[in-house]
Nanobody, 122 residues
Framework: QVQLVESGGGLVQTGGSLRLSCAAS????????MGWYRQAPGKQRELVAS???????DYSDSVKGRFTISGDNAKRTVYLQMSSLKAEDTAVYYC????????????????WGQGTQVTVSS
């Protein structure tokens, strides 16, 4: 019983900004990390950014300097602040969480949100 609820997607002009949010809820015993992936038409899903529960971050080279990932451990929520958006950022963005759902679990597993569309137009 783990759910990821995403919000913030939409249409924005080139050079504009958007802020995505993802809240995790349900049976979460130990959260290891959360992140954002995206998938454009005809392309494989790729990592955009991730953040560990300790605050360590990782970014795709294509978004470094433009996107910022942050998290709130208490709220179990991750954010993606996207600035200087380009047409190539257009994709469906998926929230990801890597966690253990109960103390009886030995290893963490990945959970995914439903995806939110981000469209950047000129």
């Amino acid at each position: 019983q783990v759910q990821l609820v995403e919000s913030g997607g939409g249409l924005v002009q080139t050079g504009g900004s958007l802020r995505l949010s993802c809240a995790a809820s349900g049976n979460i015993f130990n959260m290891y990390s959360m992140g954002w992936y995206r998938q454009a038409p005809g392309k494989q899903r790729e990592l955009v950014a991730s953040i560990s529960s300790g605050g360590n971050t990782d970014y795709s080279d294509s978004v470094k300097g433009r996107f910022t990932i942050s998290g709130d451990n208490a709220k179990r929520t991750v954010y993606l602040q996207m600035s200087s958006l380009k047409a190539e950022d257009t994709a469906v963005y998926y929230c990801n969480a890597n966690l253990i759902s109960s103390p009886r679990s030995n290893v963490p597993r990945d959970y995914w949100g439903q995806g939110t569309q981000v469209t950047v137009s000129s």
